[in-house]
Antibody, heavy 125, light 107 residues
């Protein structure tokens, strides 16, 4: 059974860092990219970036440039998202999601087909 | 960044109703749109990708259409488990973006 299992809830002070893990089972992390998406309370979804599970290349939204680091440990089949300089606006539910793709009319289209259960990060003084 | 605007933001409907949600993009995104369903307290679930392709295992009452800047998600006959929030998402360019969501509530 393909699933992503995330680490538990975190409470951090402003200015601190948080590292969230996402362990893949039922498939190899190296075979797919992995997205990170967050959702503030009562808000929509916000894409943070992704990591190529094979070569470790990353891409992140400019909004998080300089504050977020994506990494993975293929031996542990686990990906990580670290967010630094936390502020109250970073309080959210953080999801990892597997990227999958399909070849349609010669073009590759991708989508997020498996999601973790989410990790709550609360930033409060 | 590409803005996605969904309408309506809230929708009241009854079991058996036909429901249509629209997503408009701020620029041409070809057919690079996916639709996700999110139940309260749960992770999103993909329903449709590439604007009209039904994800494996998703009931056929869900369908998607559109290209360019206007897309629709249709539920042909609303079922009790379909009361949820729906998001469109563009995979055309970075940063990837989502619509603000459409909450489908019981009438």
């Amino acid at each position: 059974q393909v699933q992503l299992v995330q680490s538990g809830a975190e409470v951090k002070r402003p200015g601190a860092s948080v590292k969230v893990s996402c362990k893949a089972s039922g498939y190899s992390l190296a075979g797919h990219a992995l997205h990170w998406v967050r959702q503030a309370p009562g808000q929509s979804l916000e894409w943070m970036g992704w990591i190529n599970g094979g070569n470790g290349n990353t891409k992140c939204s400019q909004k998080f440039q300089g504050r977020v680091t994506f990494s993975r440990d293929t031996g542990a089949n686990t990906a990580y998202m670290e967010l630094s300089s936390l502020r109250s606006e970073d309080t959210a539910l953080y999801y990892c999601a597997r990227d999958n793709n399909d070849l349609l009319n010669g073009l590759l289209v991708d989508f997020m087909d498996v999601w973790g259960e989410g990790t709550t990060v609360t930033v409060s003084s | 960044d590409i803005q996605l605007t969904q309408s309506p933001s809230f929708l009241s409907a009854s079991v058996g109703d036909r429901v249509t949600i629209t997503c408009r993009a701020s620029q041409d995104i070809a057919n690079d749109v996916a639709w996700y369903q999110q139940n309260t307290g749960k992770a999103p679930k993909v329903l449709i990708y590439a604007a009209s392709r039904l994800q494996t295992g998703v009931p056929s009452r869900f369908s998607g259409s559109g290209s360019g800047t206007e897309f629709t998600l249709t539920i042909s006959s609303l079922q009790p488990e379909d009361f949820a929030t729906y998001y469109c998402h563009q995979a055309h360019s970075y940063p990837r973006t989502f619509g603000q969501g459409t909450k489908v509530e019981v009438k």
